[in-house]
């Protein structure tokens, strides 16, 4: 586990996202992170099949495929 610094804008809209979701605030700040590497990885996945990828049991076709740029071929899709 380490230190992040962010700016308190970022903190700010964790503290009112984390509420709204019923996340702790970090637990929101590593969703957002889990989504933006995969989106970042695999660019050819909209948001929601990012979650699909996120709502399979503990994540595991997501940390499995964060890495490969496989993602997309697992929805049916090219990467």
Same mark, same amino acid.
């Given at each position: ?5 962010? &700016?308190?804008?970022?903190?700010? $809209? ?5 509420g709204a979701f019923s =996340? &702790?605030?970090? $637990?929101? $700040?590593?969703?957002? !992170? ?8 695999? #660019? ?7 979650? =699909? @990828? @996120?709502? %399979? #049991?503990d994540g595991e076709a997501? &940390? /499995? @495929?964060?890495? %490969?740029?496989?993602? /997309?071929?697992? !929805?049916?899709? /090219? $990467?």
């Open positions: 586990m380490g230190i992040v610094k962010i &700016s308190e804008q970022m903190h700010e $809209a964790l503290r009112h996202t984390s =996340r &702790s605030i970090n $637990a929101q $700040a590593e969703h957002w !992170l889990r989504v933006g590497m995969l989106a970042e990885l695999n #660019p050819g996945l909209n948001y929601g099949e990012i979650c =699909r @990828l @996120l709502l %399979t #049991p997501a &940390s /499995a @495929l964060a890495g %490969t740029g496989l993602a /997309a071929d697992t !929805l049916g899709r /090219a $990467a």
